[in-house]
C-alpha cells in the first residue's frame, strides 16, 4: 500500500532554515509528480510546492517562491523541501502528497501523515 | 492566486443530502476539469473523495458525488451519515500551474 512519511520538522527561530523529507513507499515513486502542502494551525490547506516526475519542472506557490526549494531523489524515494528565511507564517503541518499524475494535475491521491514546523524564538 | 470560495459552513439531519459549493474563476475550476474534493477528521490527514470534478477513488462511498457548471464546482453528499462530519475542501489546477485551495466547509451532522 502506499506510505508517505514526513520527517524534519520541528522548531526553528525566525530567518532559520530547515529540510523536510519525505519518505514514499508502495507505488513507483518515479513515475509521479509529488507536492507539499501546509496548513497552519486552525486554519485550511495551501499548497505549498509540486515537483514533476522526473525533477525537470517545479512550481512554488507565491507565499514561498524564492525562499523554499522542492527537490526528489528517485533513487532513494524521496522528496525534500528546504525551506529558508523562515517567517511565523510558515508555521504549520507540512504534507507530502502524490499527485495522480505525473505531472501536475493538481489532484493528492495519496498524503502523509504530516510534520509539524514551528518558527519562533 | 485567491482560494476558492466555499461556504463556511454546511450541516443536516442523518439521511438527508447536502451540497458543498465551490466557486473559483476561469482560470481555475471553469477552465480545467481537474476539480478535486477531500474530506478532512480532526488531526487527520486529508483524504481524496472526487477527482477530476465527478471521479470517485476506489473506496470511496457513492454516497459522495461531484459536478461543475461554470466556474463553480459542488460536492453532494446523499443519505448522510455521523462518519460524514468532517471538514471538506476543495482543489483546482490553476492556469498559472500552481494549484489552489479553497477555504474550506464544516459538515455538521445534526
Known amino acids: 500500500q502506499v506510505q508517505l512519511a514526513e520527517s524534519g520538522g520541528g522548531v526553528v527561530q525566525p530567518g532559520g532554515s530547515l529540510r523536510l523529507s519525505c519518505a514514499a513507499s508502495g507505488f513507483i515513486f518515479s513515475n509521479y509528480g509529488m507536492h507539499w502542502v501546509r496548513q497552519a494551525p486552525g486554519k485550511g490547506l495551501e499548497w505549498v510546492a509540486f515537483?514533476?516526475?522526473?525533477?525537470?519542472?517545479?512550481y512554488y506557490a507565491d507565499s514561498v517562491k524564492g525562499r523554499f526549494t522542492i527537490s526528489r531523489d528517485n533513487s532513494k524515494n524521496t522528496l525534500y523541501l528546504q525551506m529558508n528565511s523562515l517567517g511565523a507564517e510558515d508555521t504549520a503541518v507540512y504534507y507530502c502528497a502524490k499527485d495522480l499524475k505525473r505531472y501536475n494535475s493538481g489532484c493528492f491521491d495519496y498524503w502523509g501523515q504530516g510534520t509539524l514546523v514551528t518558527v519562533s524564538s | 492566486q485567491s482560494a476558492l470560495t466555499q461556504p463556511a459552513s454546511v450541516s443536516g439531519s442523518p439521511g438527508q443530502s447536502i451540497t458543498i459549493s465551490c466557486t473559483g474563476t476561469?482560470?481555475?475550476?471553469?477552465?480545467?476539469?481537474?476539480v478535486s474534493w477531500y474530506q478532512q477528521h480532526p488531526g487527520k490527514a486529508p483524504k481524496l473523495m472526487i477527482y477530476?470534478?465527478?471521479n470517485r477513488p476506489s473506496g470511496v462511498s457513492n454516497r459522495f458525488s461531484g459536478s461543475k457548471s461554470g466556474n463553480t464546482a459542488s460536492l453532494t453528499i446523499s443519505g448522510l451519515q455521523a462518519e460524514d462530519e468532517a471538514d471538506y475542501y476543495c482543489?483546482?489546477?490553476?492556469?498559472?500551474?500552481?494549484?489552489?485551495f479553497g477555504g474550506g466547509t464544516k459538515v455538521t451532522v445534526l
Open positions: 515537483i514533476r516526475y522526473d525533477g525537470s519542472n517545479k
Open positions: 482543489s483546482s489546477y490553476t492556469s498559472s500551474t500552481t494549484v489552489v
Open positions: 476561469s482560470s481555475d475550476v471553469g477552465g480545467y476539469n481537474y
Open positions: 477530476e470534478v465527478s
